[in-house]
Nanobody
Framework: QVQLVESGGGLVQAGGSLRLSCVGS???????????YAWFRQAPGKEREFVAA????????YYADSVKGRFTISRDNVKKEAYLQMNTLKPEDSSVYYC???????????????????WGQGTQVTVSS
């Protein structure tokens, strides 16, 4: 049993910043020491796409080319939370952002949707021009 809840979305002007948070809970989640987190996003009429991923220790991170240098993924294993710091936001970053967790692959995080079994409900990010 795994629940993921995202927060931190909202409306921001182009060039601004937002920080998304993802809190994990549940019996299965709490019993697992190691995990990988990822953030995906989906804009209206488009397929969900990979944004960033991080392994259990934070030593390995992957980013989509479109966000590299602007977004930073991080995690707090004590709080069982993951974060996505988004800077220099662009209108094309507007999407619903989803947090996902993989309880199997925790050394090298996956970048495909199929790598992740548990998903949050999403949080809306809107960037105005």
């Amino acid at each position: 049993q795994v629940q993921l809840v995202e927060s931190g979305g909202g409306l921001v002007q182009a060039g601004g910043s937002l920080r998304l948070s993802c809190v994990g809970s549940g019996r299965t989640f709490s019993s697992k020491t190691f995990s990988s987190y990822a953030w995906f996003r989906q804009a209206p009429g488009k397929e969900r796409e990979f944004v960033a991923a991080i392994n259990w220790s934070g030593s390995t991170t992957y980013y989509a080319d479109s966000v590299k240098g602007r977004f930073t993924i991080s995690r707090d294993n004590v709080k069982k939370e993951a974060y996505l710091q988004m800077n220099t936001l662009k209108p094309e970053d507007s999407s619903v952002y989803y947090c996902a967790v993989d309880l199997v692959r925790w050394v090298r995080p996956g970048t495909e949707e199929s790598n992740y079994d548990y998903w949050g409900q999403g949080t809306q990010v809107t960037v105005s021009s």
